[in-house]
Nanobody
Framework: QVQLVESGGGSVQPGGSLRLSCVAS????????MSWYRQAPGKERELVAN????????NYVDSVKGRFTISRDNAKNTIYLQMNSLKPEDTAVYYC?????????WGQGTQVTVSS
């Protein structure tokens, strides 16, 4: 069956870094647009970054530009989110999402907490 499993979350001080991973299985990963979303307490889920099937097209929400980097390894069915210069406002549950035509799959999320 379809699975998206995120890992790499945790607690870090402001200015620190984390690298999230999302391993996919059960579908043809290389065909899918992959995205990272996040949801902070009391807020709506928001798109953080996405990457097309080949990795040639990438988009970021303005608040993370220059600090976060999304990438994918189609041979490993994995996407990554390198997060640098983390801020308290980056605190949220981070989810990966796979999209193709009308199909959408979500992972279970991983908590990122940025606090001094």
């Amino acid at each position: 069956q379809v699975q998206l499993v995120e890992s790499g979350g945790g607690s870090v001080q402001p200015g620190g870094s984390l690298r999230l991973s999302c391993v996919a299985s059960g579908f043809t990963f290389r065909n899918y647009i992959m995205s990272w979303y996040r949801q902070a307490p009391g807020k709506e889920r928001e798109l953080v970054a996405n990457i097309n099937s080949s990795g040639g097209s990438i988009n970021y929400v303005d608040s993370v530009k220059g600090r976060f980097t999304i990438s994918r390894d189609n041979a490993k069915n994995t996407i990554y989110l390198q997060m640098n210069s983390l801020k308290p406002e980056d605190t949220a549950v981070y989810y990966c999402k796979a999209s193709w035509v009308r199909l959408n799959y979500w992972g279970q999320g991983t908590q990122v907490t940025v606090s001094s």
